[in-house]
């Protein structure tokens, strides 16, 4: 990790630096969720993103599950009940524009539909109008993601005031999408995302960038952050301090692996229904990622665990497991360390699958993938609060906790009850 120098420089001199810029200092915030955009779920299209945002592949079957989606569908077009797809606002440039960013452990990128692209490709989105902010500075730099598929997006890098919670950088690097693929155009829920990773992963060349996370750590009360997702509602991100009012009993630490710029940790264990006492040994090892809504396991406990769900099935027409929406789905267990994750049905229903007949057929929470790393996303952080503590010159590390049962039982309650207000 870098540290954080404030620099003056010509423009001759922009490529040889990463953008670590004055901060408005702000010893802790808080940056609550809002209802995205577009509250569609599709999720073969959800699994098909983490093939892509991982290098690898995506397998034909979901490739061709994608392709028959129906965009218009109103059973593709339904998410489950109360649980739409949440964002969270960052505020950028000196006229602040405001934009739905996808907040993501699993990438270290800020990047921003912008006024770069046709206009055909604009759809929805808050689009960054680099002209209209008297801070936006062009640097002499690109960035560019490709995938397995052949799905991309690439443009070039500013620098301008980025304001999330509150909290300022003054010269954040922000990245301009000027192309993407029919892939990304998929993706109605957002504007663009914020990375949370590591800064090894930055896509900018010559030179990466620092994340926001990066860029503010040194104003913050403690150098981490803590994602409280829930389920039916919206949830939160804290930066720079833990709230006890968001978990019960300890939070179990173990050491997080960035050695490929993500926050990796490895599950210990697993159970299939019943209680956590009878937890089969395991080694499981994967990315803690906020910016993935699946949580991909071995396809040897995927299977195992669909094995117990009546009706359900490894449908490749739909592009991963699903199963009769009134099916009684088990509780699943994933522990690391001392503590352990309980996964309720609620939670493990993704929602209505695509052009399922009738709306009766549902796409599962947890599907497979073929190696790991696997990926622990919003099904599993849903039922668990975490702590991302990465102090200089030391091993950051992962905190795990329990969430207050009673706001877990409530959360879909709360959520009806204030839509009929």
Known sequence: MHFITQLTVTSALLTAFA??????????????????KSSRRHGPVALAHIYRKFGKNVPAHVADAVANINTNDSVAATPSPGDEEYDAVVTIGSDGQTFNLDFDTGSSDLWVYSTELPQSDYGNHSIYDAASSNSSKPINATWSISYGDGSSANGGVHTDIVSVGGATVQMQAIELASNVSSE???????????????????????????????NVKSSLASPLFTADL???????????FIDASKYIGDITYVDADPSQGYWGATATGFQIGGDDTNLNDASIAGIV???????????KIVKAYYKKVDGSQNDKDAGGYTFPCDATLPDFYLSFGAYTAKMTSDILNFGKAPDSTNGSTCFGGMQAGDSDPYIFGDIFLKSTFVVFNAPDNATPSLGFAAKPGLLQALDGSIFGALEQL
């Open 230 to 240: 829930r389920h039916a509602q919206p949830g939160s991100y804290d930066f720079g």
């Open 184 to 214: 990304f155009l998929l993706d109605f829920s957002n504007d663009g995302l914020l990375g949370l990773g590591f800064d090894s992963i930055n896509n900018v060349q010559p030179v990466q960038q620092k994340t926001f996370f990066s």
């Open 19 to 36: 953008y670590a810029t004055p901060l408005t200092k702000r010893n802790r915030f808080t940056v609550h969720q809002t209802v995205s």
């Open 289 to 299: 990622d906020t910016g993935t809504t699946l949580l991909i396991l071995p396809e």
